[in-house]
């Protein structure tokens, strides 16, 4: 399972389409997109899904919720609370197999670690409502 994310597209990498640097909300990203097509600016409804996440684990401290680029590349350390299947890092980050392999860490603050965070485009994002 993906997570469902309204976001903002910041910059797409001039020498490679695939790398893709978002916002939703106060939280930045840097993705693998394949696929192209998408405008500097606008935002989209996209989903985003977690590849190779290992070795959750109870976070340290005084932890708070976080996306952590590792270097310059797709990788991120996470922290966050774990709820069931999602894990609230700033912005939610769901992944069915958190809720059976680390049902043990149910309700903590949790630390892992993520090879990449792939971005798919559902469609242009809704326009928000009109206020009156």
């Given at each position: 399972?993906?997570?469902?994310?309204?976001?903002?597209?910041?910059?797409?990498?001039?020498?490679?389409?695939?790398?893709?640097?978002?916002?939703?909300?106060?939280?930045?990203?840097?993705?693998?997109?394949?696929?192209?097509?998408?405008?500097?600016?606008?935002?989209?409804?996209?989903?985003?899904?977690?590849?190779?996440?290992?070795?959750?684990?109870?976070?340290?401290?005084?932890a708070?919720?976080?996306?952590?680029r590792?270097?310059?590349?797709?990788?991120?350390?996470?922290?966050?609370?774990?709820?069931?299947?999602?894990?609230?890092?700033?912005?939610?980050?769901?992944?069915?197999?958190?809720?059976?392999?680390?049902?043990?860490?149910?309700?903590?603050?949790?630390?892992?670690?993520?090879?990449r965070?792939?971005?798919?485009v559902?469609?242009?994002?809704?326009?928000?409502?009109i206020?009156?």
């Amino acid at each position: 399972m993906q997570t469902r994310q309204i976001v903002t597209v910041e910059s797409i990498d001039p020498d490679t389409d695939e790398e893709i640097t978002l916002r939703a909300g106060d939280v930045r990203l840097v993705c693998f997109h394949f696929g192209g097509g998408l405008d500097v600016g606008r935002s989209y409804l996209v989903e985003l899904t977690l590849l190779d996440w290992h070795r959750m684990r109870p976070a340290h401290g005084l932890a708070l919720p976080s996306l952590t680029r590792r270097d310059d590349g797709f990788g991120y350390d996470v922290v966050g609370r774990l709820s069931g299947s999602v894990v609230d890092a700033g912005m939610p980050l769901v992944d069915e197999a958190f809720a059976t392999e680390c049902a043990w860490l149910d309700g903590k603050m949790v630390h892992f670690e993520v090879d990449r965070i792939d971005v798919e485009v559902i469609g242009a994002a809704p326009a928000a409502p009109i206020a009156s």
